[in-house]
């Protein structure tokens, strides 16, 4: 994992100046830009081929995710991907990575604090299996630019809980007027001036309540994972999650 690849950031916003200022710290090659509203970088995916890059960083908007991916898996690039939003398309995208040979990993968030939160979170809805007393629900809050809502973190952690625990059959995101669903895991969002992201897991019973809450401090976790995600993936072919990238870290 010491390897300093040659990175392409495609797109450059908050995170992608984050991810920036992260490789200039540890003394890695200068990244390429890609960023056709900025006239100093460059202005598509294809302006990369032949200039050394080795893996790109993806972080944009849904609506241009999946063309940014496919035009990086066509050039031979691996590409680690941190924007949400484009779920419905992931088998597409999954088949063409496969076809090219290249190698693509996404996630709707990769903090290693994150990932962590999941697999307490998975491990607490298994408990909750024998202990119907008990009831759960997932809350998050995050800054008012955020487009996505409920977060694609959120929605994560929801479906691996429901996995984990057949008391819940479905993620509900909104509420009837008058009753709740007990077989429904409720995923509710707020947006509030610059919350970096927080993730709350509300346990409750008649007798007590248990919370798990992850809170983001800053971009800087993110922008470490998506590094981590950039070394992790530049021998890889296929498509990856941010689980089969941490089972491969921590069984090596």
């Not at 540890?26 to 830009?33: G, Y």
């Not at 995916?45 to 496919?70: H, M, Q, S, W, Y």
């Not at 809805?125 to 973190?153: C, I, N, W």
Request: glycine content about 8%; aromatic content about 8%.
């Amino acid at each position: 994992m010491k390897r300093k690849p040659r990175i392409a950031l495609i797109g450059y916003g908050r995170m992608g100046h984050e991810i920036h200022r992260i490789i200039t710290e540890r003394d890695w090659p200068e990244p390429f830009i890609v960023d056709p509203q900025n006239a100093r970088v460059y202005e598509s995916i294809d302006d990369l081929v032949g200039r050394g890059v080795e893996v790109c960083i993806e972080f944009t908007a849904p609506g241009e995710a999946v063309r940014n991916i496919l035009a990086c898996v066509r050039a031979g690039l691996p590409v680690v991907s941190g924007t949400t939003g484009w779920d419905a398309e992931n088998d597409f995208v999954a088949e063409a990575v496969r076809t090219s040979g290249s190698a693509c990993i996404h996630a709707s968030n990769f903090s290693v604090g994150i990932f962590l939160y999941k697999r307490i979170a998975d491990f607490a809805a298994s408990l909750l299996r024998d202990f119907p007393q008990y009831d759960f629900a997932l809350h998050e809050v995050h800054h008012t630019g955020k487009k996505d809502s409920p977060s694609g973190t959120a929605l994560s952690v929801a479906r691996s809980m429901l996995a984990a625990n057949p008391r819940k059959t479905s993620i509900a995101t909104s509420m009837d007027e008058y009753r709740s669903d007990p077989q429904a895991l409720y995923v509710t969002s707020a947006r509030v001036g610059t919350v970096f992201g927080d993730h709350h897991l509300l346990i409750d019973s008649e007798a007590d309540s248990i919370e798990l809450t992850h809170r983001a401090k800053g971009r800087r976790g993110f922008a470490e994972g998506a590094l981590l995600a950039a070394q992790w993936i530049c021998d890889k072919h296929g498509m990856f999650t941010l689980e089969d990238m941490f089972d491969d870290i921590t069984k090596a």
